[in-house]
Protein backbone atom coordinates (compact mmCIF):
# COMPACT_ATOMS: atom_id res chain seq x y z
CA UNK A 1 0.00 0.00 0.00
CA UNK A 2 1.36 3.21 -0.75
CA UNK A 3 -0.27 5.47 1.58
CA UNK A 4 0.64 4.69 5.41
CA UNK A 5 -1.79 5.32 7.86
CA UNK A 6 0.09 6.28 11.09
CA UNK A 7 -2.71 6.76 13.94
CA UNK A 8 -0.75 4.82 15.94
CA UNK A 9 2.10 6.81 16.42
CA UNK A 10 -0.25 10.28 17.03
CA UNK A 11 -1.79 8.40 19.53
CA UNK A 12 1.27 7.14 21.42
CA UNK A 13 2.46 10.46 21.06
CA UNK A 14 -1.04 11.88 22.33
CA UNK A 15 -1.01 9.54 25.06
CA UNK A 16 -4.32 8.46 23.93
CA UNK A 17 -5.70 4.62 24.06
CA UNK A 18 -7.48 3.57 20.49
CA UNK A 19 -10.69 3.60 23.45
CA UNK A 20 -10.85 7.08 23.67
CA UNK A 21 -10.55 8.06 20.51
CA UNK A 22 -12.82 5.94 19.23
CA UNK A 23 -15.12 7.85 21.59
CA UNK A 24 -14.02 11.62 20.86
CA UNK A 25 -14.04 10.67 17.18
CA UNK A 26 -17.78 8.67 17.08
CA UNK A 27 -16.36 5.88 14.78
CA UNK A 28 -16.94 2.20 15.97
CA UNK A 29 -13.83 0.75 17.04
CA UNK A 30 -14.39 -2.11 14.83
CA UNK A 31 -13.56 1.01 12.03
CA UNK A 32 -10.82 2.51 13.65
CA UNK A 33 -9.13 -0.61 13.92
CA UNK A 34 -9.47 -1.02 9.63
CA UNK A 35 -8.14 2.29 9.46
CA UNK A 36 -5.60 1.78 11.88
CA UNK A 37 -4.31 -1.35 10.02
CA UNK A 38 -4.19 -0.01 6.83
CA UNK A 39 -7.44 -1.78 4.95
CA UNK A 40 -9.35 1.08 4.32
CA UNK A 41 -10.15 1.79 1.10
CA UNK A 42 -11.03 5.34 1.61
CA UNK A 43 -11.85 7.68 4.67
CA UNK A 44 -14.36 10.92 4.86
CA UNK A 45 -12.99 14.21 5.51
CA UNK A 46 -15.04 14.41 8.21
CA UNK A 47 -13.76 12.03 9.84
CA UNK A 48 -9.98 12.91 9.38
CA UNK A 49 -11.32 15.90 10.36
CA UNK A 50 -12.44 14.69 13.75
CA UNK A 51 -9.47 12.27 13.96
CA UNK A 52 -7.41 15.30 13.38
CA UNK A 53 -8.99 17.95 16.15
CA UNK A 54 -9.46 14.63 18.80
CA UNK A 55 -5.07 14.39 18.27
CA UNK A 56 -3.90 17.77 17.49
CA UNK A 57 -2.67 17.38 14.32
CA UNK A 58 -2.49 17.54 10.85
CA UNK A 59 -3.78 15.10 8.12
CA UNK A 60 -0.31 14.90 7.19
CA UNK A 61 0.80 13.37 10.61
CA UNK A 62 -2.12 10.85 9.64
CA UNK A 63 -1.67 10.02 6.15
CA UNK A 64 2.20 9.25 4.48
CA UNK A 65 2.69 8.10 1.11
CA UNK A 66 5.36 5.81 -0.04
CA UNK A 67 6.45 5.27 -3.41
CA UNK A 68 5.91 1.48 -4.44
CA UNK A 69 8.91 -0.41 -5.86
CA UNK A 70 8.33 -1.84 -9.24
CA UNK A 71 8.22 -5.58 -8.81
CA UNK A 72 11.64 -7.96 -9.67
CA UNK A 73 13.45 -4.54 -8.65
Known sequence: MAIII????????????V???SERVGITMANLSILKN???KA???STL???C???DCQPGDILEYKM???EGE
Open 6 to 17: NVDVMLAKRKMS
Open 49 to 51: EAI
Open 38 to 40: GKA
Open 53 to 55: KAL
Open 68 to 70: KEE
Open 43 to 45: IRF
Open 19 to 21: TEL
